[in-house]
């Protein structure tokens, strides 16, 4: 029979156990998804206290560290009543969520703890409404890396729909709400065993727009952490408005202050302030498309066209600080890519795709133009290492004016990259459209050419998030 250790942790003490008597909290206690409260000396008593205290709150606050492991973040949630003992699948799931999902959907490791932090105090308050919706997540990104079954990743995904449809007659908090939607979403696009004929992206954008909208109509101001995952659906949004020539559901006005301009977003890296910009662009491109449908003159429009192009020509990333250039780099490389995108629209907006020649060049040019701030040490071997997750959009609108095998392929590259940097099937859809659809049809030099409009025709094939 092995003796315990008499200079084992109070927690080992107090289960009469073996304790490893590791520092500064002991291997036993993580192994059994225990706070380790330490060991008896000047500072037990604090630290039992500070322990007790934290199992007496249903909402105890996670303190920022430097690093968060995932299984810390695990076994804090452990400790809610709510949430009890945490089913050896679903602490994996869990784990593996924090460790993976942010890092691969976000625009870098630097916001990856933020992130975890804001998504734990949301489920530390709300374990029923959020438990079943990340758990499946973490379930998906299980699955995906060890063929394992998707089962336990459906099942929690219908509840989470369940309560999605429930939320308004429960009124349920904006925060959670939106944490909610958001990971629905994510759900939606890392599963990759089924890809949807249709998405539901936009009618989950369309739920938030309501939930948003009856908040602010009850005179209630957004919180920080509100506006912070509406800043994310706002880009899924705004990206989706340009696309189907729309305008975008979720106003920039909820989120963004002139105050934010030159701050680093984990969505939106250094591009907030162009945001607006680019609402302005999702409203000129539906009455264009609406007057075109109606067989009617676009003259009244040309000058505020004109306008936007000066304005988003003009536009440049600013930072409030100013790290070194090569920590900054890949956020630079993303607000140019953009900006280039935005004009590269604008242009095919005036001059649709197969209107004159001289038309079709200068889209090249400009084409060039995003794809110079996409790609990465040109000439090198290793030159597509470049960090492409955020740069789906304009990747596809550059994507359409190649006209080369070469141009064409590189392109393709670069969103086979941003699948395997990013994990969700979009570009894979994205690269379909472009092979399947576009690119044969302005090879054989007849039929409809403007990708505009073959997006809406192809719509069950396309996803340009």
């Known amino acids: 029979m092995v003796s315990r250790s008499r200079g084992g942790c109070l927690e080992c003490r107090r289960?009469?156990?073996?304790?490893?008597?590791?520092?500064?909290g002991c291997g036993t206690c993580s192994r059994r998804a225990r706070d380790c409260p330490g060991y008896a000396g000047k500072d037990a008593r604090t630290r039992t206290s500070e322990t007790v205290r934290r199992r007496s709150t249903s909402t105890p606050p996670v303190q920022p560290t430097t690093q968060l492991s995932a299984d810390l973040l695990v076994r804090r949630l452990a400790f809610l009543p709510e949430v009890g003992d945490i089913d050896h699948d679903d602490r994996l799931a869990l784990q593996c969520y924090f460790q993976n999902h942010l890092r691969?959907?976000?625009?870098?490791?630097?916001?990856?703890?933020?992130?975890?932090?804001?998504?734990?105090?949301?489920l530390q308050q709300y374990p029923e409404t959020l438990g079943d919706v990340i758990v499946a997540i973490g379930h998906t990104l299980v699955a995906r890396s060890s063929g394992t079954s998707v089962v336990p990743a459906l099942t929690r995904k219908s509840r989470a729909l369940a309560r999605l449809r429930n939320s308004q007659t429960t009124n349920m908090d904006i925060e959670p709400q939106l944490l909610l939607i958001l990971c629905i979403g994510a759900l939606e696009l890392i599963?990759?065993?089924?890809?949807?004929?249709?998405?539901?992206?936009?009618?989950?954008?369309?739920?938030?727009?309501?939930?948003?909208?009856?908040h602010v109509a009850a005179s209630t101001p957004l919180s920080p952490t509100a506006k912070y995952f509406l800043r994310a659906l706002a880009r899924q949004d705004i990206l989706l408005g340009l696309?189907?020539?729309r305008k975008n559901v979720l106003s920039t006005s909820l989120w963004f202050h002139s105050s934010h301009?030159?701050?680093?977003?984990?969505?939106?890296?250094?591009?907030?302030?162009?945001?607006?910009?680019?609402?302005e662009l999702c409203g000129l491109a539906e009455k264009i498309k609406?007057?075109?449908?109606?067989?009617?003159?676009?003259?009244?429009?040309q000058e505020p066209l004109q306008d936007l192009y000066c304005r988003i020509s003009a536009w440049h990333p600013s930072?409030?600080?100013?790290?070194?250039?090569l920590n900054t780099r890949k956020y630079l490389c993303q607000a140019h890519a953009f900006r280039a995108a935005a004009l590269l629209y604008l242009h095919r907006l005036c001059h649709p795709p197969g209107s004159c020649h001289d038309a079709n060049s200068a889209a090249v040019n400009l084409a060039y133009d995003v794809l110079l701030f996409c790609y990465d040490s040109p000439g090198a071997p290793d030159s597509l290492h470049a960090d492409v997750r955020m740069l789906h959009w304009p990747l596809f609108v550059a994507g359409c004016e190649m006209k080369t095998d070469v141009d064409r392929q590189l392109v393709l590259d670069l969103l086979r990259q941003n699948y395997h940097q990013r994990g969700t099937y979009t570009p894979l859809?994205?690269?379909?459209?472009?092979?399947?659809?576009?690119?044969?049809?302005?090879?054989?030099?007849?039929?409809?050419?403007?990708w505009m409009e073959l997006v809406v025709q192809f719509s069950s094939d396309f996803a340009p998030l």
């Open 261 to 279: 301009d030159g701050d680093i977003d984990r969505f939106l890296g250094l591009t907030m302030s162009l945001m607006p910009l680019l609402e």
């Open 15 to 24: 289960s009469r156990i073996k304790c490893d008597e590791a520092r500064p």
């Open 290 to 301: 609406t007057v075109r449908n109606a067989k009617e003159s676009d003259k009244a429009l």
């Open 191 to 214: 599963d990759i065993s089924f890809i949807p004929p249709i998405s539901a992206i936009p009618v989950l954008l369309s739920c938030a727009s309501h939930a948003v909208a009856a």
């Open 243 to 245: 696309t189907y020539g």
């Open 104 to 122: 691969r959907v976000g625009l870098g490791e630097e916001f990856v703890n933020d992130g975890n932090r804001k998504v734990v105090t949301l």
């Open 319 to 325: 930072m409030h600080k100013r790290p070194s250039f």
């Open 429 to 450: 859809k994205t690269i379909d459209f472009l092979v399947e659809h576009l690119w044969p049809v302005v090879d054989a030099g007849s039929g409809n050419v403007n």
